[in-house]
């Protein structure tokens, strides 16, 4: 079933919010929060207009004094505007603020390009102590919002904007372990997000009839980030895929490059939004498919770098250039 994770987020937040009374819900005019959401949180919820600059510096007094805010804007923003204050006033402090990042990657698509987040992974997980997620569905939000609250230091979640579809059945993720959907010997497919996991899920069935087995990992947690679990699947794989919904330079891509590079040498390639700033408006969903972040890429991308043909027995041919 379809649902937002965005939506997943405030609906298992506020009934925490009764049960801790340490718990506050602060609000940028994001509009995820109506009437009857405030009425519920009371006292627990304070909205201070469209500032984010300032949301995360009133966090940040709030968690000194004892309380865990649970900050409401847009992924764009807190990468962005709101960032100086995330690094000084809560990152350098480590201090538990859970800033919840709506419409992250393509999510505000139809706003245009200075609302898409395609930067705040890796601009987040440079941040020392700062915990980074990614919910692939509404499930794994549920999941991640529970667990913060035995989070020692900040957080970043990014969420989507509309309902997405639910991964198939699996264990609960658990913040900081990256899940195994799927094993295989010859490839790893590395992503996060809705889209992304469920593309590589769905290249890793095309391959399996290509005779290519492929390891599947779900990386939602960017930092810390489960170098062992990678490293692992990596070993006996001839070839690393990632696949974001982020720019190449600094996201998942980054961080598994990185990892391997110390661990345990393997060829990978990235394939992620390209290089420059988004030229088209549209849905989520358009996006996606305009910019090539689907299982038809994945798959010809490992066909061609593992020097396979198609069944046509004509070579297959992709541009992997990121």
């Known amino acids: 079933m379809s649902r937002a994770t965005r939506e997943a987020y405030r609906d298992t937040l506020l009934p925490l919010l009764t049960r801790h009374p340490e718990l506050m819900c602060l609000d940028s005019d994001t509009g995820l929060f109506g009437a009857e959401h405030v009425a519920a949180a009371g006292d627990q919820y304070l909205n201070v207009g469209i500032a984010e600059h300032n949301l995360m510096g009133v966090a940040a007094g709030m968690a000194a004094c004892g309380r865990v ?46 609302h898409m987040a395609l930067e705040d992974l890796a601009v987040l997980r440079v941040l020392p102590g700062m915990t980074v997620v990614v919910p692939a569905d509404a499930t794994a939000t549920e999941a991640f919002v529970e667990q913060s609250l035995h989070l020692a230091g900040p957080l970043y979640v990014r969420l989507g904007r509309k309902p997405s579809p639910a991964l198939p059945a699996a264990p609960l993720p658990v913040i900081g372990q990256a899940q195994t959907l799927r094993r295989g010997g010859d490839v790893v497919l590395a992503s996060c997000g809705p889209y992304p996991v469920l593309a590589c899920l769905e290249a890793a069935d095309v391959l399996a009839g290509h005779g290519i087995e492929a390891t ?19 070993r006996p794989a001839s070839l690393v895929v990632t696949l974001e919904e982020h720019w190449c330079s600094g996201g998942l891509g980054g961080a598994v490059a990185e990892a391997l590079a110390e661990a345990a040498p393997t060829r990978v390639l990235r394939l992620g939004m390209p290089d420059q700033f988004v030229d088209v408006v549209g849905n989520q969903e358009h996006l996606v498919a305009h910019y090539g972040l689907t299982a038809e890429r994945v798959v010809r991308t490992v066909r061609t770098a593992l020097g396979t043909t198609a069944r046509s027995g004509g070579p297959v041919r992709e541009d992997v250039s990121t």
Request: no cysteine; proline share 6%.
């Open 69 to 114: 805010p649970f900050v409401n804007t847009m992924a764009a923003f807190a990468a962005s505007r709101a960032l100086e204050a995330i690094k000084i006033d809560i990152a350098y402090n480590r201090l538990p603020v859970r800033i919840m990042a709506t419409h992250g990657g393509l999510a505000a698509g139809h706003l245009g390009p200075t």
């Open 216 to 234: 599947v990992l779900n990386m939602h947690t960017l930092r810390p980030f489960d170098t062992q679990t990678l490293v692992a699947a990596a």
